[in-house]
């Protein structure tokens, strides 16, 4: 199985953007998908370092990716999108308006923020070119092995999201701009503030969810760890590992040690446990009751 990292979901300082790239060249990671998922606004801060950390990546051996926003609304969103092509490398669509920006049999691939939950859209997806799939995290493991057979019949490889905090939903309004009493074009990037995301309490003072511009996240960690074997079973080519601002390069360690059988099950949760304790991890998504439900053992169904 291979280790995808998936697109940057917050908003980091160039300097910071530029760095956690040039580490990943080193990381025991097979693909990198890289550029503006959330917010088109940010794109200007950082947009000039993306040709280099393409370079250095595909001089690294990786697979170098560039995704599409979430949401396109704007006629200058739609010329971005319609210019990812131009830059050579592979296209992850993450909205299907992309789609028709795409030149005609040119091979895409297509991210979790797309709704792929059957196998008629699958199939659907394959015809327009799509090779690889990143599938909407709140499927479980049954509608996973089901895909994956489909998408082998197909010639499309399947991903799972494996690490980090789960994309929910992407809204036309702006969440921080809101807390600090801003409009969205005025916003004042106040989601610089908080390069994981913000935290969203109750009322009862219980974590809720995270909020991170005009994407609503989830305040848990997703973590496979316990999920391996049955997603490996299952037919599932890689795991999608989410950046995050501290310890990334050690995440993408400890799981190709964990693929590679090196790490037992609950290693990983185990460390980052022990490291973060305020970090709370889920995997309820694939065999539990809600998706917030966190495994106590494997469970190798």
């Known amino acids: 199985m291979e280790l995808t990292v998936g697109p940057n979901q917050f908003f980091w300082p160039a300097e910071t953007w530029s760095a956690f790239y040039e580490g990943l060249a080193d990381a025991p990671v097979d693909r990198v998908v890289l550029g503006e998922l959330v917010c088109s606004k940010r794109l200007p801060f950082y947009q000039d370092r993306i040709p280099e950390a393409l370079t250095a990546l595909a001089e690294a051996g990786k697979e170098a990716v560039l995704t599409s926003l979430a949401l396109v609304t704007l006629k200058r969103e739609r010329k971005l999108t319609a210019e990812l092509s131009d830059m050579g490398v592979t296209v992850e669509i993450n909205d299907l308006t992309a789609l028709a920006h795409l030149p005609k049999g040119l091979g895409f691939h297509v991210g979790p923020l797309v709704n792929v939950y059957n196998e008629g859209t699958l199939a659907w997806l394959a015809s327009l070119g799509a090779r690889r799939i990143c599938l909407p995290p709140e499927l479980p493991v049954a509608s ?156 190798l169904r």
């Open 144 to 299: 996973v092995e089901s895909l994956a057979r489909a998408g082998a019949s197909l010639g499309v490889d399947i991903e799972v999201w494996g690490h980090g905090r789960l994309p929910l939903a992407i809204s036309g309004r702006c969440y921080h701009a809101r807390l600090h009493k801003r409009t969205k074009d005025n916003c004042q990037f106040a989601c610089e503030q908080d390069p994981d995301g913000l935290e969203v309490r109750t009322l009862e003072d219980r974590p809720f969810m995270a909020m991170n511009g005009v994407q609503t996240l989830s305040d848990s960690y997703a973590c496979a760890d316990y999920q391996i074997e049955a997603l490996a079973a299952a037919g599932v080519s890689a795991l999608r590992l989410s950046p995050q601002s501290c310890g990334f390069n050690r995440i993408c360690e400890f799981y190709r040690e964990r693929l590679e059988g090196t790490l037992p099950a609950g290693a990983i949760a185990g460390e980052i446990q022990r490291t973060t304790p305020e970090i709370r991890l889920s995997d309820g998504f694939l065999n539990g009751p809600s998706g917030v439900s966190w495994s106590a053992k494997p469970d």
